[in-house]
């Protein structure tokens, strides 16, 4: 991207890594909200990545726990595992 010559930077100026790693759709709204969406998805997929394993998922995000439990309660991410129980 730093490299690109033209005036906007099109998905063909973009490595086949990152196309393959997230959605080039364009989204609407303020800038606070798309960063919570973005820090709500980011979370969740290291959440997913751990099994849901919290101290886990805070080392590899580097945030201590209480940070990322408190995340969690805002964005209301649930544990699969939890929700499922929940609804028996």
């Known amino acids: ?4 010559t033209e005036r906007l930077i099109e998905p063909e100026h973009l ?3 990152l196309l393959e790693t997230g959605s080039c ?6 800038i ?3 960063r919570q969406l973005t820090e709500r998805q980011y979370i969740l997929n290291a959440l ?4 849901f394993n919290k101290a886990a998922t805070a080392r ?3 945030i201590h726990q209480t940070t990322l ?3 969690i309660k805002a964005f209301g991410i649930v544990d699969p595992a939890k929700r499922s129980a929940l609804q028996d």
């Open 15 to 17: 490595s086949a890594e």
């Open 32 to 34: 606070a909200a798309i």
């Open 48 to 51: 997913i990545r751990n099994s």
């Open 1 to 4: 991207c730093v490299l690109c």
């Open 60 to 62: 590899e995000l580097g």
């Open 69 to 71: 439990f408190r995340k």
């Open 25 to 30: 759709e364009i989204q609407s709204g303020s």
